[in-house]
């Protein structure tokens, strides 16, 4: 099933993108921050390393779930597949 993978293949793309930006923000190479209506700046680093890494977390959670479940539908599928290779009395 094609769109498995490729479902698969564009959630581990994303997740790369947060470990890399929030690789940036831990060895202090990036930082982040804000500035609200002309205010001083607000440095936001340590809450985006926070959000990366819920992120991070998100997608490894969905790409192990979508796998599980290809898993399952493909074991159905063969069983399926079996019994109708099964004889008939």
Not at 19 to 28: C, H, I, N, T, V
Not at 43 to 48: A, V
Request: proline letters at 2%.
């Amino acid at each position: 099933m094609f769109i498995w993978e490729e479902f698969v293949r564009r959630l581990e793309a994303r997740q790369a993108e947060c470990r890399k930006a929030l690789d940036l923000l831990e060895s202090g190479k990036i930082r982040s921050g804000e500035r609200v209506r002309g205010g001083p700046w607000i440095d936001t680093t340590q809450r985006d390393i926070e959000r990366h890494q819920r992120d991070i977390a998100m997608y490894e959670r969905l790409i192990e779930q979508v796998r599980a479940e290809r898993l399952r539908i493909d074991a159905a599928s063969g069983m399926a597949e079996a019994k109708e290779d099964q004889p008939q009395n």
